[in-house]
């Protein structure tokens, strides 16, 4: 849950999603799920020549099991506050 939460404080943002296929679609995250799905407002796709029929796209939804890599704003990740609540997890994990 931990990426879910963490993927939600970034709705609003740009960010680049590079797929399996090797597609990287840029856009504003519109909403993330439990599944890590992902929906980009204003989506384009990074290399025009090579996808032209993404380009008539305006939103889009990408499944999580598809997804490679999310390249995110650098001023948009807060890595104190990441590590805090990867060491909180992983010491309630430990727990059990």
Do not use: W
């Not at 989506?43 to 999310?70: Q, W």
Request: contains cysteine; positive net charge; charged residues 25%.
């Amino acid at each position: 849950m931990l990426f879910y939460s963490f993927f939600k404080s970034l709705v609003g943002k740009e960010v680049t999603v590079e797929l399996k296929n090797d597609l990287c679609m840029i856009g504003t995250l519109q909403s993330v799920d439990q599944f890590l799905n992902i929906k980009l407002d204003n989506a384009r796709a990074s290399d025009a020549k090579r996808y032209p029929h993404v380009m008539t796209l305006k939103n889009c939804f990408i499944r999580g099991s598809v997804v490679r890599y999310v390249q995110l704003p650098s001023e948009a990740v807060d890595t104190a506050l990441l590590q805090d609540a990867t060491r909180r997890q992983a010491s309630t994990g430990s727990r059990r």
